[in-house]
């Protein structure tokens, strides 16, 4: 059974960099195939798609983030990452990962999320 | 602001029948993408509640149910459970970014 989980700095200064790493466990990347996802939610907001990678690296980004996202899959390590630029008070927020479904568009497996606050 | 509609709330006693509501467009649910529906407690993780429209990933007890016409869908709670307190969130698929919608989650309280 497939598993997530987020890795990164739970602290990002305004105007830096907001690295996170997914891990994941009970298959390989390589040979599962799928879409990864991030998606975050922002305080007192609800849920907000971020962006999709396929395993062979093709992205799919959210218009509005677009931007200033890049996401990457490293399948030596089996985890695919997401990079967020130029981050302010407004990417604080909880980021999950997520795996989407073959077949349809629907998230099955999800991480625990992880906590980023972007504060000097 | 989130694409799907949702209303924030809504509440029922035990055992009763509540149902939540999701808008769409004819660029997401209207143009025949599927809708799925999740439960969030946080700190947690969401959970897979309702995938394809209709289906119940296993595991997820059967009081709960959708159904989709047009640009909406809805998730349908029988026999409401204190422990259904939670968000939910509807989310499908739109053309018009090429990626996945949110809903903008309603919170179920039972009474």
């Known amino acids: 059974q497939v598993q997530l989980q987020e890795s990164g700095p739970g602290l990002v200064k305004p105007s830096e960099t907001l690295s996170l790493i997914c891990s994941v466990s009970?298959?390989?990347?390589?040979?599962?195939?799928?879409?990864w996802s991030w998606i975050r939610q922002r305080p007192g907001k609800g849920l907000e798609w971020i962006g999709y990678?396929?395993?062979?690296?093709?992205?799919y980004y959210n218009p509005s983030l677009m931007s200033r996202i890049r996401m990457s899959v490293d399948t030596s390590r089996n985890q695919f990452s997401l990079n967020l630029t130029s981050v302010t008070a407004a990417d604080t927020a909880v980021y999950y990962c997520?795996?989407?479904?073959?077949?349809?568009?629907?998230?099955?497996?999800w991480g625990q999320g992880t906590k980023v606050t972007v504060s000097s | 602001q989130s694409v799907l509609t949702q209303p924030p709330s809504v509440s029922g006693a035990p055992g009763q029948r509540v149902t939540i509501s999701c808008g769409g467009s004819?660029?997401?649910?209207?143009?025949?993408?599927?809708v799925h529906w999740y439960q969030h407690l946080p700190p947690k993780a969401p959970k897979l509640l309702i995938y394809?429209?209709?289906n119940r990933p296993p595991g997820v007890p059967d009081r709960f149910s959708g159904s989709k016409s047009g640009t909406s869908a809805s998730l349908i709670i029988t026999g409401l459970q204190a422990e259904d307190e939670a968000d939910y969130y509807c989310?499908?698929?739109?053309?018009?970014?090429?990626?996945?919608?949110f809903g903008s989650g309603t919170e179920v309280t039972v009474l």
């Open positions: 990678i396929y395993h062979r690296g093709t992205t």
């Open positions: 394809a429209n209709t």
């Open positions: 989310q499908s698929y739109d053309k018009s970014i090429s990626g996945s919608v």
């Open positions: 004819s660029s997401n649910i209207g143009a025949d993408y599927d």
């Open positions: 997520a795996k989407r479904r073959e077949g349809d568009d629907a998230f099955d497996v």
């Open positions: 009970g298959g390989s990347i390589r040979t599962l195939g799928y879409y």
